[in-house]
């Protein structure tokens, strides 16, 4: 039997504690984050090199692509086939939701051991501080929350998420051919590449204007527990990449294009040659900021190993194979951890993955 993305949070209850942003005059303690980095966002070199953008008919693309999966993890792409008016209906209609009083939001709250419906990042409980953001989380079909939200007039919120999750596929497939052939691998060679990926997650992110952005913090550094994740951000830019040797880097919101992020899965079947990105998000004094993130993972009852065409003797798989529902089970139970909890061997230069971090202040 296959399981389903919201089971492995099955095990992990969460209670939340839920805000109007709104009728917040000034930071509560319970979201105030105190000093957030030691270090500007940026260090190292004074200009540091933008994260790269990539025109998917570039005759170059694939070359590209892999290049800035090696070294960034993260790319922003043009051109890249989603209509720019469906992008801005899926904003509108986040914007629509989120500006619903909280006693209405509330009734498609997530429930403790659910996935899917309006609450606060998973991620929280393993931060002593809250948020400043709220987010709703879609997996399958958004009918039943949509209509709990508004009972007479929810059919066109499905209808823009439906054709958005259908567009957000046919990029994904686009964009796993392009990764894997940058790899020298092809999509014969993964079969289940080419076939309809998992149930995929989409999240709503909203960012409300927070009356004391320096103490605050919108979405606390992770990483993915995808094979890739499409994000969409408004004009409001707070998307923050972690670059080793240079810091935390900005990545600006550019009017119609997509950010790219590799995610932890893609990091196991390239057995670490594509590094999953950490990122974070951050928030501002007058703007809201809106994101909406496709999260792409394999079908259901694929174990994801390193591929075969990559490791040899001298490349040995560094991690053991898993489902995108165990992983899901492990980022639960380990977070920032749980890339590591599914490495064989050590690391050579003995330090455990880059995410695990050293340095970085995932909180
Ligand atoms: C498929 C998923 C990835 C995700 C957990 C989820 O089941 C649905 C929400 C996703 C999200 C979005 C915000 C950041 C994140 C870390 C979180 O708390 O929920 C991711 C999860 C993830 O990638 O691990
Ligand atoms: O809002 C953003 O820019 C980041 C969102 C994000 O990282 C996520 O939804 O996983
Ligand atoms: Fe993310």
Known sequence: MHTRLSDPFKPYPMIQDYLDFNAMKELPESHAWLPLDEL????????????????LKDT?????????????GVFQVTNHGVPINLLEEMEAAGRKLFALPIHQKLKAA????????????????????????????IIGSPYEHARKLWPNRYSRFCD????????????????MELMLGSLGV???????????????????????ACPDPDRAMGLAAHTDSTLLTILHQNNTSGLQVYKEGTGWITVPPIP???????????????????????????????????????????????????????TDQKHPPL????????????????FNKALSSVRLCAPLNGFPDAKDHTGVRVG
């Open 40 to 55: 500007p966002s940026t260090y190292g070199s004074s200009t540091p090199d933008p994260v790269p953008l990539i025109n």
């Open 60 to 72: 170059n693309a694939m070359k590209l692509v892999g290049h800035a999966c090696k070294t960034w």
């Open 110 to 137: 997530r429930s403790p051991n659910g996935v899917s419906g309006y609450g606060v990042a998973r991620i929280s409980t393993f931060f002593p501080k809250l948020m400043w953001s709220e987010g709703f989380t």
């Open 160 to 175: 823009v998420i439906e054709d958005y999750k259908e567009e957000m596929n046919k990029l994904a497939q686009t964009l």
């Open 186 to 208: 092809t999509m014969d060679d993964v079969k289940w590449a080419s076939t309809q990926g998992s149930c995929p997650a989409l999240q709503l992110n909203s960012y409300p």
């Open 256 to 310: 119609g294009a997509l950010v790219i992020n590799v995610g932890d899965l893609l990091h196991i079947l390239s057995n670490g040659l594509y590094p999953s990105v950490l990122h974070r998000a951050m928030v501002n004094r007058t703007q809201h900021r809106l994101s909406v993130a496709y999260l792409y993972g394999p079908p259901s009852n694929v174990k994801i190993s390193p591929l075969s065409k990559l």
């Open 319 to 334: 991690y053991r194979p898993v489902t995108w529902s165990e992983y899901l089970g492990t980022k639960a139970k380990h």
